[in-house]
């Protein structure tokens, strides 16, 4: 089994900041890439950064400018450091991992439960 834990959501003002994290723990061979994706009530989930184990990144359009992704392989950890946070930046953030299991040739997805990100006054 393999498991995404997210941590660090919350409220927030606008203008404000956030660090996210996302841990993956189970039986994992490898982890490719990891990134954050993001889905606000009545829209699809949409990329928000992704980086791959040799820390190539790729930014979503909508929040590149103000956003950090960073990943520790030694940790199996993926970082997200939100800044000038703003009201459209509410949502559910999830977080990705393409692993491979010991065992298991193939790469598969893996999802965390998501944490909630409110930007309000």
């Known amino acids: 089994q393999v498991q995404l834990v997210e941590s660090g959501g919350g409220l927030v003002q606008p203008g404000g900041s956030l660090r996210l994290s996302c841990v993956a723990s189970g039986r994992i061979l490898r982890i490719n890439d990891m990134g954050w994706y993001r889905q606000a009530p009545g829209k699809q989930r949409e990329l928000v950064a992704a980086?791959?184990?040799?820390?190539?990144?790729n930014y979503g359009d909508s929040v590149k400018d103000r956003l950090v992704i960073s990943r520790d392989n030694t940790k199996s950890t993926v970082y997200l450091e939100m800044n000038s946070l703003k009201p459209e930046d509410t949502a559910v953030y999830y977080c990705n991992a393409k692993i491979v299991r010991w065992g298991i040739a193939y790469e598969y997805d893996y999802w965390g439960q998501g944490t909630q990100v409110t930007v309000s006054s």
């Open positions: 980086i791959s184990s040799g820390g190539r990144i």
